[in-house]
Nanobody, 130 residues
Framework: QVQLVESGGGLVQVGGSLRLSCAAS????????MGWFRQAPGKERDFVAA????????SYADSVKGRFTISRDNAKNTVYLQMNSLTPEDTAIYYC???????????????????????WGQGTQVTISS
């Protein structure tokens, strides 16, 4: 089991930046594929970004590609989401998620479906003001 705690959310103006962090408990963080998801008011939770266990491969939703960057530091048991050029459409609760999946045909892969993830943080609110 792994426990996840997000931080770094807040209120920022359009065009600004935020960096979210997700700290994981335990000694086996490097065995988890990690993802970020978000849920805007009145909408379903959507995929944002994912990163493989070793951090070598990443995947992004089209809506954030080129603006957001996911990264991880396995020595610190932490995954990050750097968010730049923020717009009001990025306003949402952001969730960190982990899964033991993400290994297929001797390769690490990213996972984009929330059904693949078994562990979730409590979420952190990100609000973009215009």
């Amino acid at each position: 089991q792994v426990q996840l705690v997000e931080s770094g959310g807040g209120l920022v103006q359009v065009g600004g930046s935020l960096r979210l962090s997700c700290a994981a408990s335990g000694r086996t963080f490097s065995t988890y594929t990690m993802g970020w998801f978000r849920q805007a008011p009145g909408k379903e939770r959507d995929f944002v970004a994912a990163i493989t266990r070793n951090g070598y491969s990443t995947s992004y939703a089209d809506s954030v590609k080129g603006r957001f960057t996911i990264s991880r530091d396995n020595a610190k048991n932490t995954v990050y989401l750097q968010m730049n050029s923020l717009t009001p459409e990025d306003t949402a609760i952001y969730y960190c998620a982990a899964t033991r999946g993400g290994y297929y045909n001797s390769s690490y892969i990213t996972l984009r479906s929330q059904r693949e993830y078994h562990f979730w943080g409590q979420g952190t609110q990100v609000t973009i003001s215009s």
